[in-house]
């Protein structure tokens, strides 16, 4: 019902920046939540930030608070991760998912797009 696909992933130095983008179409409708979630290799998803489709609710990982902002365009159907200060830890493959309710667990998500990659350099 609902596609995702992110982009804005790349190679940067420690201490960079990137902004990350969600975009959903398909029937959205339902979907009212969208988060950032990341995978390492050999390492498990884990949880970066999500937003209320609707109104101005967010919430972050510990690891990423301070350096991190979601937000979102309604009338784009579309949510950005701005990633600052960017360390080496952060290097993963982040995915966009989307849901009826914000939960941290990643496999209670309705929706995942393909995943962008981000590389930060040491």
């Known amino acids: 019902q609902v596609q995702l696909v992110e982009s804005g992933g790349g190679l940067v130095q420690a201490g960079g920046s990137l902004r990350l983008s969600c975009a959903a179409s398909?029937?959205?409708?339902?979907?009212?939540?969208v988060a950032w979630f990341r995978q390492a290799p050999g390492k498990e998803r884990d949880f970066v930030a999500a937003?209320?489709?609707?109104?101005?609710?967010?919430y972050y990982a510990d690891s990423v608070k301070g350096r991190f902002t979601i937000s979102r365009d309604n009338r784009k159907n579309t949510v950005y991760l701005q990633m600052n200060s960017l360390k080496p830890e952060d290097t993963a493959l982040y995915y966009c998912?989307?849901?009826?309710?914000?939960?941290?667990?990643?496999?209670?998500?309705?929706?995942w797009g393909q995943g962008t990659q981000v590389t930060v350099s040491s």
């Open positions: 998912a989307a849901g009826p309710y914000i939960v941290l667990v990643s496999n209670l998500w309705d929706y």
């Open positions: 398909g029937r959205t409708g339902s979907t009212y939540a």
């Open positions: 937003i209320s489709w609707s109104d101005s609710r967010t």
